[in-house]
């Protein structure tokens, strides 16, 4: 295997698909699986692809979808509102998409009218997370009342995403108004909604065991985070049942010698346009490991050695400190690492980290 790398343990990964969807379905929440966190790295996609309850394949870039396995019986759900500029290619390879502004209904509805599609579009309502999603209620309601003659477009949902950037927690209350939309939809209009996407891991905590804390018109969530790191996301805890450790990222060590924790000479900029600050630790064992910026940020990993201390790292370098645990490395020695989700997207977007399925 070659260094950097990462592994994924398949059986632990399968153990998580099948727990979480499983529980979800007894649940009557239908599943999307978000691809995106992975950059829908295919010999894992084929994995979700083997899960039967799992009902959608999401990703938010239609790249991803776009590579999707050929034979893929799942439908596909593009998460990010669509480009103007990729509706062709939106309509032709997204079965959904879910989206937040007319004009790119439109767009969509004259690329179905070319391409002989109806294409099916979740609309997003922000409820306060303030990412993606309608705001006024009127605003929906314009919309609406447009989308529901298009020839071409099926509105299949209506949707909300959290804790995405407000880092706002969903609720029963937030929910609800999820639900008090599509009672109006129908009461207007005699449209009956089939789907409510109530969001995304954040939503997890709500489906309790007696679920009295999810309203049972949500039937969507988008998992994305949970099945890969076994956290909810609403208060990062782990979640009983499922592993927390798929995913091992394996670092080799370049240089180790002992040096001074504190620079000699003048102080000016890092590579990085930043003054660092340092602590003078005395004389220390560094190793530098062959890892940097272009394949992770080196703040959203830990050692697994707990006695290691990551310093810093630069573009292809992180440097460590091997003070407490000197005997047990040399150059050459691998040093492994848990993953967060920013540091799990990173290292799939690298090309420089190799993956391997163990
Ligand atoms: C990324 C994303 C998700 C998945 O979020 P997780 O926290 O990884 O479960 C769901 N919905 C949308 C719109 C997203 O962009």
């Given amino acids: 295997m070659q260094n950097p790398r990462v592994t994924i343990d398949q059986k632990k990964l399968e153990d998580n698909l099948s727990y979480l969807t499983y529980y979800c379905q007894e649940k009557g929440i239908q599943v999307a699986a978000v691809t995106k966190v992975i950059n829908a790295y295919p010999g894992i996609v084929s994995i979700y692809d083997g899960i039967e309850a799992i009902k959608y394949l999401a990703d938010s870039r239609i790249e991803n979808i776009e590579n999707y396995p050929v034979n893929s019986k799942k439908e596909t759900l593009l998460l990010r509102t669509p480009m103007l500029s990729e509706a062709d290619r939106v309509v032709k390879s997204a079965d959904i998409s879910l989206n937040s502004e007319i004009k790119t209904v439109r767009k969509l509805n004259e690329q179905g009218q070319i391409q002989s599609k109806i294409h099916k579009i979740i609309l997003m309502i922000d409820f306060g997370d303030l990412r993606e999603g309608i705001f006024e209620e009127r605003e929906f309601f314009e919309y609406l009342s447009e989308i529901k003659d298009m020839p071409h477009i099926e509105l299949y949902g209506l949707g909300t995403n959290l804790t995405c950037y407000g880092a706002i927690i969903p609720t029963y209350e937030i929910l609800g108004k999820l639900v008090s939309y599509k009672q109006k939809v129908k009461a207007l209009y005699d449209i009956d909604v089939p789907i409510?996407?109530?969001?995304?891991?954040?939503?997890?905590?709500?489906?309790?065991?007696?679920?009295?804390?999810?309203?049972?018109?949500?039937?969507?969530?988008?998992?994305?985070?949970?099945?890969?790191?076994?956290?909810?996301?609403?208060?990062?805890?782990?979640?009983?049942?499922?592993?927390?450790?798929?995913?091992?990222?394996?670092?080799?060590?370049?240089?180790?010698?002992?040096?001074?924790?504190?620079?000699?000479?003048?102080?000016?900029?890092?590579?990085?346009?930043?003054?660092?600050?340092?602590?003078?630790?005395?004389?220390?064992?560094?190793?530098?490991?062959?890892?940097?910026?272009?394949?992770?940020?080196?703040?959203?990993?830990?050692?697994?050695?707990?006695?290691?201390?990551?310093?810093?790292?630069?573009?292809?370098?992180?440097?460590?400190?091997?003070?407490?645990?000197?005997?047990?490395?040399?150059?050459?020695?691998?040093?492994?690492?848990?993953?967060?989700?920013?540091?799990?997207?990173?290292?799939?977007?690298?090309?420089?980290?190799?993956?391997?399925?163990?």
Avoid: C, W
């Fill in 196 to 358: 409510l996407s109530g969001g995304n891991s954040s939503s997890l905590y709500l489906l309790d065991s007696d679920n009295t804390t999810l309203d049972p018109d949500i039937n969507m969530l988008r998992i994305g985070e949970a099945f890969v790191l076994g956290v909810e996301t609403a208060f990062a805890e782990p979640i009983p049942h499922m592993h927390q450790d798929v995913f091992t990222l394996y670092g080799e060590i370049v240089e180790y010698r002992d040096k001074p924790s504190y620079p000699i000479g003048e102080v000016g900029q890092n590579a990085f346009g930043e003054k660092p600050y340092f602590e003078d630790k005395g004389t220390m064992r560094r190793g530098i490991i062959a890892l940097g910026k272009q394949d992770v940020n080196h703040s959203a990993i830990v050692p697994v050695d707990s006695r290691l201390e990551i310093i810093g790292s630069s573009s292809d370098h992180m440097i460590i400190d091997f003070t407490l645990a000197s005997e047990d490395y040399e150059l050459g020695s691998e040093v492994a690492f848990q993953l967060e989700y920013g540091s799990l997207l990173s290292v799939f977007t690298s090309k420089y980290v190799n993956k391997y399925i163990i």
